[in-house]
Nanobody, 117 residues
């Protein structure tokens, strides 16, 4: 069965950087896209960044110019490089695989990112 394992979260000061990783175990067929979502306390889950199988990428306006999503197909891993972090980036970050045959896709367990002095 497919499992997504997210890692790389932690505590960082404003202006710092973190790189999140999402490793995929098992085979995902007909993959449309992979993305990162986040959910802050008291907030709804929001899309942060997504990369389509064809290579197109989109970001939330709040992270444009600071975050970079990338994929290593050989390692079955998607990354989120987060630079110039702000306190408002504090959230639990979830990775997701979008597929045409499973409505909810596949989700990782989430990794906590805290940006604070």
């Amino acid at each position: 069965q497919v499992q997504l394992v997210a890692s790389g979260g932690g505590l960082v000061q404003p202006g710092g950087s973190l790189r999140l990783s999402c490793a995929v175990a098992g085979n995902i067929f007909s993959l449309n896209a992979m993305g990162w979502y986040r959910q802050a306390p008291g907030k709804q889950r929001e899309l942060v960044a997504a990369i389509r199988s064809g290579g197109s990428i989109n970001y939330a306006d709040s992270v444009k110019g600071r975050f970079t999503i990338s994929r290593d197909n050989a390692k079955n891993t998607v990354y989120l490089q987060m630079n110039s972090l702000k306190p408002e980036d504090t959230a639990v970050y979830y990775c997701n695989a979008e597929v045409p045959y499973r409505r909810e896709g596949y989700w990782g367990q989430g990794t906590q990112v805290t940006v604070s002095s």
